[in-house]
């Protein structure tokens, strides 16, 4: 696709580094060997070198100018100074011989390797539950200065058509203020993909058509992105059809500059968001990328465990890209 030669061109020379703790499994394998023959990241492999070596066998692939790592394998001097590092973020919170036994885990591993410097971003999921990823990036890199909360959002992309939705990976109930933290944080994810922001705060009403506290919610919420950044172009709360269709937005809601216009859409709850993305995927034909972790201190991006290998691979060029 167009977007990704842009963001294949922006990463390539720069060396980035990224961390896959799922080595062993054949879609991160493979991506991996593909990114470092087209020359855009340098990957990390975590896993039994042993069974990485063999998947590659058994599949044709070169991967002698991969890095491979396993945690039982890492150089003690190297081992000592990520326990310590741990050790110190975790102060309070873990005893020593709980930080030994996290090091143990790839997740926490990986996530270490970023948060030292050692990687510039890591992927993950493919294998692993979403806990699993963003448990480890939570404690260690923990979220940018000034958020309270992360999100998970999707590229939904079809030829030349590029759309955000969000939140549909990580917050189950969304109230006003994390509704408005994923509005603003989805805005700078659609700047990324060259898509200039234009955000509705969905609903099933329209500009107060329907009562209820979940129409409240979204049009509180809809207040304090205005207050948190009165420049973007944001509104709520409106119905799918009004944001998207230029007849009905005109129709329901005439003085709103997003409706009928908008390109990044903020779900009132994770159920909606994770149904709307896998519609618009499964029968709208859009390939949906991500989900794309907003809000931490380090591009860490939680893989679906139902990807391919193209997923992995794209996903691991926006890691890229963010880093």
Known sequence: MELFD??????????????FPEGEDKR?????????NDGLIKPILLGKRADIEKT???????????????????PEEDKKAMFDALLERRKGKNTPEQVTEMLKDVSYFGTMLVYMGKADGMVSGAVHSTGS???PALQIVKTKPGAHRISGAFLMIKGDQRYIFA?????????????????????????????DP??????????????????????????KVHKMAPDL????????????????????APDSKVAGHANVFVFPSLEAGNIG??????????TAVGPILQGLNAPIADLSRGCNEDDVYDVALITAARA
């Open 277 to 286: 993305y896998k519609i618009a995927q499964r029968f709208g034909g859009f």
């Open 56 to 74: 590659a066998k058994d599949n044709g692939w070169d991967i002698s100018a991969l890095s491979i790592l396993g945690p039982a394998e890492y």
């Open 28 to 36: 991160v394998l493979g991506a991996a060997v593909r990114l470092q």
């Open 198 to 223: 234009k955000v509705a705060l969905l609903s099933f009403s329209t500009k107060g058509s329907a009562k209820g506290d979940m129409v409240t919610k979204v049009a509180e919420a809809t207040k």
């Open 233 to 252: 172009p944001a509104d709520g709360e409106l119905q799918f059809d009004a944001a998207f269709v230029p007849e009905v937005g005109e129709l329901k």
């Open 6 to 19: 842009e963001i294949a061109a922006k990463v390539k020379g720069q060396n980035k580094t990224i961390v």
């Open 167 to 195: 939140d549909c990976a990580i917050n189950i109930e969304l109230d006003a203020p994390t509704m408005a933290e994923v509005a603003v944080q989805s805005a700078d994810t659609a700047k990324l993909f060259g898509i």
């Open 133 to 135: 990823t963003v448990r």
